[in-house]
């Protein structure tokens, strides 16, 4: 049989498992809470950057308007406008092309589609571009499709 001191000590203990389960349970509700915010948060920041990446291309669609409009009187300056205002809106974002045509073939931020000979420049030189390359706030963000010299 149990003493009185053996009944009250798992006594204490039954007592002090039920706060402990109590902790866990809560902890294991606030992480859920926190999961939660930390997606809507998320979700929030995701729908915020697509809303301004829309109005920003509905900017571009009152170009073309603007253009189509102006079409039967100088229909080059009005691509030149619209491509302005799409290089502008790109450069905004940190989108920025770089040069290629001239320089020295490297894989790391060109992509070769093709080699021609050229008896001007020195073999492994870009000759042609036919995809513009782009960097994103200095990071690559296309590689240039490029022909080189042989």
Known sequence: MATE???SEVQRLHEELGREHDMYLRALADFDNYRRR???DREDTARREKRG???SLLDLMDGFERA???LNEDPAEAVRMLHRQLQGMLEAQGVKA???VGETFNPEVHEAIGSEPSGELEAGTVTQETRRGYRWNGELLRPARVRVAQ
Request: charged residues 20%; proline residues 7%; glycine residues 0%.
């Open 98 to 100: 770089f040069p290629s």
């Open 53 to 55: 990446y829309l109005l």
């Open 5 to 7: 001191t053996e009944t």
């Open 38 to 40: 930390v997606e809507r």
């Open 68 to 70: 189509l409009a102006h």
